[in-house]
């Protein structure tokens, strides 16, 4: 199995710029599918961002289109979300997660292995 670790999060202004990282400790990442999800406080989780194995494919929620790009590098074992003009809605506990398949996953149930979350405050 892989756990994913995030880091990378903090306190940032309106329009600012953060990028997030996705490390995995057991297993190589470049075997998953990697989404990126997140949790505002009295909100559920929500999708973000999804990766392809070998990081030709990916798929974005409407609200971070032109935002927010994920990537990843195989070498590092190591998936990105770089998140560009942050808005204070994106306020939230991010997660990664890896999902054992080959297809995009948008759906938590699909994801197998969580990281414990990093999160993201955006003042306004």
């Known amino acids: 199995q892989v756990q994913p670790v995030e880091s990378g999060g903090g306190l940032v202004q309106a329009g600012d710029s953060l990028r997030l990282s996705c490390a995995a400790s057991?297993?190589?990442?470049?075997?998953?599918?990697v989404g990126w999800f997140r949790q505002a406080p009295g909100k559920e989780r929500e999708f973000v961002s999804t990766?392809?194995?070998?990081?030709?494919?990916?798929f974005y929620a409407d609200f971070v289109k032109g935002r927010f790009t994920i990537s990843r590098d195989n070498a590092k074992n190591t998936v990105y979300l770089h998140m560009n003009s942050l808005r204070h809605k994106d306020t939230a506990d991010y997660c990664c997660?890896?999902?054992?398949?080959?297809?995009?996953?948008?759906?938590?149930?699909?994801?197998?292995?969580w990281g414990q979350g990093s999160q993201v405050t955006v003042s306004s």
């Open positions: 990766i392809s194995r070998s990081g030709d494919q990916t």
């Open positions: 997660a890896a999902a054992y398949q080959t297809s995009l996953a948008t759906r938590i149930s699909l994801y197998d292995y």
């Open positions: 057991g297993r190589t990442l470049s075997r998953y599918v």
